[in-house]
């Protein structure tokens, strides 16, 4: 079993940046790709970021490219997600995920609050 624990959201200023951590759990982390996802009031969440197992083959939402950057680093159990230049329909509960594919996740975090405020 793999417990994920997703941490640094906060409210930001239009422009601004925050950098979400995702610590896991467990021996497994480096054998699952990881993904970020989000979802905001009244939509359907949806991934953003998305990463595989040796932190190769970084893959984007088109609304998050060049301003998102995820990363990880499978020595620390950890995983990152730099969000730069946020605006606020950037505002969503993040979630980090690990699975195989990002349609099923094995592995979801609890979220953490973004806000980003005009």
């Known amino acids: 079993q793999v417990q994920l624990v997703e941490s640094g959201g906060g409210l930001v200023q239009a422009g601004g940046s925050l950098r979400l951590s995702c610590v896991a759990s467990g021996r497994t982390f480096s054998t699952y790709a990881m993904f970020w996802f989000r979802q905001a009031p009244g939509k359907e969440r949806e991934v953003v970021a998305r990463i595989n197992w040796s932190g190769g083959n970084p893959s984007y939402a088109d609304s998050v490219k060049g301003r998102f950057a995820i990363s990880r680093d499978n020595a620390k159990n950890t995983g990152y997600l730099q969000m730069n230049n946020l605006n606020p329909e950037d505002t969503a509960v993040y979630y980090c995920?690990?699975?195989?594919?990002?349609?099923?996740?094995?592995?979801w975090g609890q979220g953490t609050q973004v806000t980003v405020s005009s």
């Open positions: 995920a690990l699975g195989v594919i990002a349609t099923s996740p094995s592995y």
